[in-house]
């Protein structure tokens, strides 16, 4: 493979790029680098906006996506005991955030579910992922920047596409 001069990225859109594996692992690296940065700090702000802590967040998160619902399932998924896993539901319940209820079948099964007002934080919350690109973009300088623009313009479409589809699909389970 050859260089590709990453101005000539931002000059011609139409014609594809080459990049040596050199290129691509440091482009790569780079993004992945500033994406974990930009994004925890924006998903802590998030939830603490919240009044949630990271853990609450994973439980709910998990419902929200419809992951897991009962604590033994959370536990395994998260890497936690169980006991854990129900204390922080019980921190959600309390916020009213989710619902417990028994399996009719086997009562000692414990199953959780959002409330409305769950539904509606999580979807605040995966909502604002619109907002990561822009926080992302901004962690960028230069080169890496033009690059980002066009990986950006390619796929910006498709995450608002997949952000309210799910959205739709899991706040219609919820009611």
């Known amino acids: 493979m050859t260089n590709c001069n990453l101005e000539t990225i931002s000059k011609n859109k139409s014609k594809p790029h080459i990049f040596t594996d050199i290129d691509m692992y440091s482009i790569i690296e780079q993004f992945a680098i ?3 940065r930009e994004s925890r700090a924006h998903l802590k702000e998030q939830v603490s906006a919240k009044s949630l802590n990271y853990n609450q967040w994973l439980v709910l998160k998990l419902i929200y996506l419809r ?6 399932h959370i536990a395994d998924i998260i890497g936690v005991s169980p006991p854990n896993i129900t204390r922080y539901a019980e921190q959600l ?5 989710i619902k417990r209820s028994n399996i009719a079948d086997d009562r000692r099964v414990v199953k959780f579910e959002l409330t409305s007002k769950g539904v509606h934080v999580a979807n605040k ?11 992302v973009e901004n962690g960028l300088v230069g080169q890496e920047y ?6 950006t313009e390619q796929i910006e ?5 997949k952000i309210v589809t799910g959205a739709n699909n ?5 009611n």
Do not use: C, F, G, M
């Open 125 to 135: 919350i995966y909502s604002s992922y619109k907002d990561l690109p822009k926080k």
């Open 157 to 161: 479409k498709k995450i608002e596409k």
């Open 170 to 174: 899991i706040y219609s389970h919820a």
């Open 93 to 97: 319940n309390q916020k009213q955030l």
């Open 67 to 72: 992951r897991a619902d009962t604590p033994k």
């Open 146 to 151: 033009s690059i980002w623009k066009i990986i």
């Open 34 to 36: 500033v994406v974990l």
